[in-house]
């Protein structure tokens, strides 16, 4: 069983920077693909990134192609999304999830990112 927690979350002004965290427990941690989400008030839950298992592929939503980079340490269980030139669109609940053969499997309860104007 795998436990994720998303931590790094914040408010912080349009043009500045955050890195959320998603820390997991269980051994299996590495063999999983782990995506971030998002998800604003009274919207879809929209993807945001992905990383491999192994690390050395990753790919993201236009959105944030160019800003956001994503990154684990498998060493650590924990997988990080740098997020630079913050917009107030990027405002939404973060979210972390395990992937497996195209399945969504473990979900963080995830964690506020605030960008003011």
């Known amino acids: 069983q795998v436990q994720l927690v998303e931590s790094g979350g914040g408010l912080v002004q349009a043009g500045g920077s955050l890195r959320l965290s998603c820390a997991a427990s269980g051994r299996t941690f590495r063999t999983y693909a782990i995506n971030w989400f998002r998800q604003a008030p009274g919207k879809e839950r929209e993807f945001v990134a992905v990383?491999?298992?192994?690390?050395?592929?990753?790919y993201y939503a236009d959105s944030v192609k160019g800003r956001f980079t994503i990154s684990r340490d498998n060493a650590k269980n924990t997988v990080y999304l740098q997020m630079n030139s913050l917009k107030p669109e990027d405002t939404a609940v973060y979210l972390c999830?395990?992937?497996?053969?195209?399945?969504?499997?473990?979900w963080g309860q995830g964690t506020q990112v605030t960008v003011s104007s």
């Open positions: 999830a395990t992937q497996r053969e195209g399945k969504y499997i473990h």
């Open positions: 990383i491999s298992s192994s690390g050395d592929s990753t």
